[in-house]
T-cell receptor, first 119, second 109 residues
Framework: DTGVSQNPRHKITKRGQNVTFRCDPI?????LYWYRQTLGQGPEFLTY????????KSRLLSDRFSAERPKGSFSTLEIQRTEQGDSAMYLC?????????????????FGSGTRLTVV | SQQGEEDPQALSIQEGENATMNCSYKTSINNLQWYRQNSGRGLVHLIL?????REKHSGRLRVTLDTSKKSSSLLITASRAADTASYFC?????????FGTGTRLQVFP
């Protein structure tokens, strides 16, 4: 397992088009996260999955955004009717959370990100 | 949303000098982590300090945590030009990581 893989690395799209990104997490990890990062800012949380269940969505995730993790493995993030303000780096991360005797997290691993440019 | 802020926003030093970055956060945490990001690249995990720890070392990195003040600091000793990057603190609240605004470090040879 070579870590968290994100595809594509770069995407240029015209305003109004739909785009879809893919994230392949570390196979043993049960949690998968999506973040968005704009230039000069820290990553902002968008949503996360525990296995195939989407447990939390940020207010940043408007109705044009949808994320899925159909079989609890890879995930896709789709943006419909893209706007110039959607231009950002979209980062995926995975982690393993253990639930016996309380919650323990064994570290997050981030992918290299997908850079979206909306023109 | 972002958990807190980092200070300074930007830091320029000469090789060999030490670099100190500070992070403040708002809510209770399980642990606090520091990440490094080279321009246009993904995040690399540097070090994790748990809420019941006060100080941790890893190579040239030293992290402190003061939960009463909700603050942390990252010290990079004997800096190198290759340390040039953005550094982010992130608080782990059980469900997810929440990042700070970052410090851009420039180390001149």
């Amino acid at each position: 397992d070579t870590g968290v893989s994100q595809n594509p690395r770069h995407k240029i799209t015209k305003r109004g088009q739909n785009v879809t990104f893919r994230c392949d997490p570390i196979s043993e990890h049960n949690r998968l996260y999506w973040y968005r990062q704009t230039l000069g800012q820290g990553p902002e949380f968008l949503t996360y999955f525990q296995n195939e269940a989407q447990l939390e969505k940020s207010r940043l995730l408007s109705d044009r955004f949808s994320a899925e993790r159909p079989k609890g493995s890879f995930s896709t993030l789709e943006i419909q009717r893209t706007e110039q303000g959607d231009s950002a780096m979209y980062l995926c991360a995975s982690s393993y959370h253990k639930f016996k005797q309380g919650i323990a997290n064994y570290g997050y691993t981030f992918g290299s990100g997908t850079r979206l440019t909306v023109v | 949303s972002q958990q807190g802020e980092e200070d300074p926003q930007a830091l320029s030093i000469q090789e060999g000098e030490n670099a100190t970055m500070n992070c403040s956060y708002k809510t209770s945490i399980n642990n606090l982590q520091w990440y490094r990001q080279n321009s246009g690249r993904g995040l690399v995990h540097l070090i994790l300090i748990r809420s019941n720890e006060r100080e941790k070392h890893s190579g040239r990195l030293r992290v402190t945590l003061d939960t009463s003040k909700k603050s942390s600091s990252l010290l990079i000793t004997a800096s190198r030009a290759a340390d040039t990057a953005s550094y982010f603190c992130a608080t782990d609240t059980t469900d997810k990581l929440i990042f700070g605004t970052g410090t851009r470090l420039q180390v001149f040879p």
